[in-house]
């Protein structure tokens, strides 16, 4: 179940965070989320990773849409030498999954790290 919220709460507010902010707020909602929400820190990077996969590939198919996919196979064209919008597509949605993904990971480290100083091998505080 937190891996489904932490999925949601990351495609939701990486959109409206990045109305308002560059590209970047991405890794920093991923950050927060998965300090906030307790997770092993694999689940943590693949929900992150999941929600910016889904969010930037749909978002970038919407936009690619509205021209009727020319400047996507154009660039494909030029990277890639084939004129396939779906690869700009794919590239974009990866990218976006990397960093968020490892951001993610990040947060949940700090979050065990943070929890887990102060106490010994069984758990119990230090004093």
Do not use: C
């Not at 910016?52 to 996919?69: E, R």
């Not at 919008?85 to 480290?109: D, E, H, M, N, P």
Request: proline share 2%.
């Amino acid at each position: 179940m937190k891996f489904l919220i932490a999925t949601i709460l990351t495609a939701l507010l990486s959109f409206a965070m990045a109305l308002f902010f560059p590209w970047w707020i991405i890794a920093l909602v991923a950050f927060i989320v998965a300090a906030v929400i307790p997770q092993k820190p694999l689940l943590a990077f693949l929900a992150a990773s999941i929600a910016i996969f889904l969010l930037w590939g749909a978002q970038s198919y919407l936009i690619d849409q509205k021209n009727d996919h020319i400047l996507a196979t154009k660039v494909a064209d030029l990277l890639f030498h084939k004129k396939s919008y779906i690869l700009i597509i794919i590239v974009t949605a990866i990218v976006g999954a990397t960093v968020s993904g490892f951001a993610a990971l990040t947060g949940s480290l700090l979050r065990g790290a943070i929890v887990h100083t102060g106490r010994n091998k069984e758990g119990k505080e230090l004093q």
